[in-house]
């Protein structure tokens, strides 16, 4: 519901988001319905949606919709079976009206927010510039195994050989949960492209885990500026990639997860079942790759690479994320700090520890330093990331409950 997407983009702290999946119907009509133009090419809940309660008064400010949608693309190229995910970004309904209707010519977009059609992604990129020529069009989670334009799985080896002639109209790349810009910054033909981050979000209380920096006004013409031109997009927040659930190789069913090299020295094959291992992000691009580790590039993309602020919690506190108390701690220190990414990215450790407890402010403190120990993500399982040890939390603060 738009309704909890603007709660949660306030508690978060997230000025501007994407409404997802324009090209359902269902949700089509209820973004007509809830939603109204606020004359810069963007879009704020009509005031009688606006629900009372619920986000704190630290936490209050405006919230901006921009119509995104993601699709599939499932089609044979060159001789092998391509999936390729992709986002557009339109600037009003009417010309999203219309890119649905020829959607809807060429396959069924009413089966899933994210419909599956057997479209080559370039003419789906024709389709869009068609339709809208100020619309944005991004490939999705670019290295994801099975369904992105880079991907190990099903994807290409570059750019131009999925999108040919029109690939001088790909400004920008989402560089997916499990890389980050330096990954991104040893393959020197991303070097002209804009990598954004988001969160790829199927719940609102996911919304933020990824999330792009502007320095620019906010309507449409000025963001998709920046994402066109890089001029104005100032940075990324970032999961750890490690964190992500492709980033190392491996094969869940049997529990194997490799590094690259591991992969090779075991032939890409399960050692347990002899099945071929899922290739994770860190092994492709490790492929496509003309840089070496550590790479810097002239003027390297800012970033802050953050652990979500409930999750932090649920390890100061001993926790499962989901449990009744680290929900209360997160809304308590919601309500006496502001909101989720001001506390991960600007409160000062004293503030913190005030109004939570010492275990949580020295948590925050080693995320901002990246002092944190992660098992990595593959073949579709998230990975692990941890902050202290029981030793050191009964050390630091007992249970790290707020005070």
């Not at 909890?4 to 973004?31: M, N």
């Not at 020295?362 to 993500?377: D, F, S």
Request: glycine share 10%; net charge negative.
């Amino acid at each position: 519901m738009p309704e909890g997407i603007w709660k949660w983009a306030q508690l978060k702290g997230i000025a501007l988001v994407g409404t997802g999946d324009f090209t359902h119907p269902g949700w089509f009509r209820e973004l007509q319905e809830k939603l109204e133009p606020l004359g810069n090419g963007l879009f704020g809940l009509k005031e009688r949606h606006r629900q009372e309660g619920g986000v704190p008064m630290a936490c209050a400010g405006e919230v901006s919709f921009l119509l995104s949608a993601e699709i599939s693309c499932i089609y044979s190229k060159n001789g092998r079976t391509r999936k390729v995910h992709c986002l557009v970004f339109m600037p009003d309904f009417a010309h999203a009206a219309q890119f649905n209707l020829t959607l809807a010519r060429i396959g069924n977009i009413s089966s899933d927010g994210r419909p599956i059609l057997g479209l080559d992604a370039k003419e789906l990129l024709k389709i869009t510039m068609g339709i809208a020529p100020e619309a944005v069009f991004v490939p999705a989670h670019v290295w994801t195994p099975h369904f992105s334009v880079l991907g190990a799985a099903s994807g290409f080896d570059s750019m131009e050989e999925c999108f040919e002639d029109l690939t001088a109209q790909i400004f920008a790349v989402e560089t997916g949960l499990s890389s980050d810009p330096p990954m991104n910054s040893r393959v020197s033909a991303l070097d002209g492209l804009t990598l954004i981050s988001n969160s790829d979000a199927h719940s609102p209380a996911k919304m933020g885990r990824e999330a792009n920096i502007f320095g620019t006004d906010v309507s449409y013409e000025a963001v998709m500026r920046a994402i066109r031109t890089r001029e104005g997009f100032l940075g990324t927040i970032e999961f750890f990639p490690e964190e992500g659930k492709y980033h190392y190789d491996g094969h869940r069913a049997c529990g194997v997860a490799y590094s690259p090299a591991e992969t090779r020295a075991h032939g890409y094959c399960c050692p347990e079942c002899g099945k071929r291992l899922t290739i994770g992000v860190a092994h492709r691009v490790e492929a496509l790759s003309d840089r070496e580790p550590g790479f810097t590039p002239s003027h390297p993309l800012h970033f802050h690479s953050l652990i979500p602020l409930p999750e932090i919690l649920a390890e100061a506190r001993g926790a499962g994320v989901n449990t009744k108390g680290v929900q209360g701690d997160y809304l308590s220190l919601l309500a006496a700090l502001g909101s989720e990414f001001s506390i991960l990215l600007d409160a000062s450790l004293a503030d913190i520890e005030r109004a939570a407890s010492p275990i949580v402010a020295e948590a925050v403190k080693r995320v901002r330093q990246g002092r944190v120990n992660i098992r990595p993500g593959y073949d579709g399982e998230y990975g692990r990331v941890t902050i202290f040890d029981d030793k050191e939390r009964a050390e630091i603060g007992g249970q790290g409950r707020l005070l």
